[in-house]
């Protein structure tokens, strides 16, 4: 099966930027549509951007022109780019990949946002 590990969260000040990593491992990640979700305090797991096999993107209102996903076929990772960062975009980040039948899922890494 495809695992997938997580990096790049930490504390960070309103308005600054963070960089996630999913790297993964497996035969078939380049095949994966990928996506990063989040889960904050008190609230269910939404997603917060997708990225497919080849490459189309998509996002959630919340978040457009502030995070960039993208990723990397030769290194096998998956990025979340994220800008402007906001106290709301506190949360509990992980990465997910998606093939026919499968589902992955990374541990999560910790985003906080505050002054």
């Known amino acids: 099966q495809v695992q997938l590990v997580e990096s790049g969260g930490g504390l960070v000040q309103p308005g600054g930027s963070l960089r996630l990593s999913c790297a993964g491992s497996?035969?078939?990640?380049?095949?994966?549509?990928m996506g990063w979700y989040r889960q904050g305090p008190g609230k269910q797991r939404e997603l917060v951007a997708g990225?497919?096999?080849?490459?189309?993107?998509n996002y959630a209102d919340s978040v457009k022109g502030r995070f960039t996903i993208s990723r990397d076929y030769t290194e096998n990772t998956v990025y979340l780019q994220m800008n402007s960062l906001k106290p709301e975009d506190t949360a509990v980040y992980f990465c997910?990949?998606?093939?026919?039948?499968?589902?992955?899922w990374g541990q999560g890494t910790q985003v906080t946002v505050s002054s």
């Open positions: 997910n990949g998606r093939w026919n039948q499968a589902e992955f």
């Open positions: 497996g035969s078939i990640f380049s095949f994966l549509a």
């Open positions: 990225i497919t096999s080849g490459g189309s993107t």
